[in-house]
T-cell receptor, first 110, second 116 residues
Framework: SQELEQSPQSLIVQEGKNLTINCTSSKTLYGLYWYKQKYGEGLIFLMMLQKGGEEKSHEKITAKLDEKKQQSSLHITASQPSHAGIYLCGAPLNDYKLSFGAGTTVTVRA | NAGVTQTPKFRILKIGQSMTLQCTQDMNHNYMYWYRQDPGMGLKLIYYSVGAGITDKGEVPNGYNVSRSTTEDFPLRLELAAPSQTSVYFC???????????????FGQGTRLTVV
């Protein structure tokens, strides 16, 4: 089983609507990272959360870290076509090497 | 800074051929990784290294080999290529000092490999 579980696996959202992606770890979190990937392209770093309760925002994307629950959420407000892609959470787990979730594919419909 | 440089970007191999994917980073990161990504899937760790001279297996190491003779370089070797190794390969690097300090991973642009 995955050490980092992402949900949902995929979602389709109407342009202008909000969406939330969750990432839950089976191990203690010492930080969590969110990346975005356009199909067939490299990974774009979005943000890093290092402390329990930390919340960061960049443009319309907000991420929170709940260290006690060992999970993070990524929230997009008023989605746009540019938000479409695969969102991946990553965290330093065993030996502090970076493990990744399976990804959430986001489709934004006009 | 160039960051993480990965070559080649594309490659077609015939079954049974061998090749090396090159990866270089100039950020003095101690951790380096090789991941593969199959269509519609996340990243699966092939091998990783926590420093020069030290490598370890990830989730899917079979059919691959790595070496880490310097801090900067972490090549991935495919021996006897098989169609199952058709994938997109990403090299990445990060800095870790255990619980106290970890950076995000910086990724190369990926290598799209097809084995026919």
């Amino acid at each position: 089983s995955q050490e980092l579980e992402q949900s949902p696996q995929s979602l389709i959202v109407q342009e202008g609507k909000n969406l939330t992606i969750n990432c839950t770890s089976s191990k203690t979190l010492y930080g969590l990272y969110w990346y975005k990937q356009k199909y067939g392209e490299g990974l774009i770093f979005l943000m890093m959360l290092q402390k329990g309760g930390e919340e960061k925002s960049h443009e319309k994307i907000t991420a929170k870290l709940d260290e006690k629950k060992q999970q993070s959420s990524l929230h997009i407000t008023a989605s746009q076509p540019s938000h479409a892609g695969i969102y991946l959470c990553g965290a330093p787990l065993n030996d502090y090497k970076l493990s990744f979730g399976a990804g959430t594919t986001v489709t934004v419909r006009a | 800074n160039a960051g993480v440089t990965q070559t080649p970007k594309f490659r077609i191999l015939k079954i049974g051929q061998s090749m090396t994917l090159q990866c270089t980073q100039d950020m003095n990161h101690n951790y380096m990784y090789w991941y593969r990504q199959d269509p519609g899937m996340g990243l699966k760790l092939i091998y990783y290294s926590v420093g020069a001279g030290i490598t370890d297996k990830g989730e899917v190491p079979n059919g691959y080999n790595v070496s880490r003779s310097t801090t900067e370089d972490f090549p991935l070797r495919l021996e006897l290529a098989a169609p199952s190794q058709t994938s997109v390969y990403f090299c990445a690097s990060s800095y870790s000092r255990g619980r106290a300090k970890n950076t995000e991973a910086f990724f190369g642009q990926g290598t799209r490999l097809t084995v026919v």
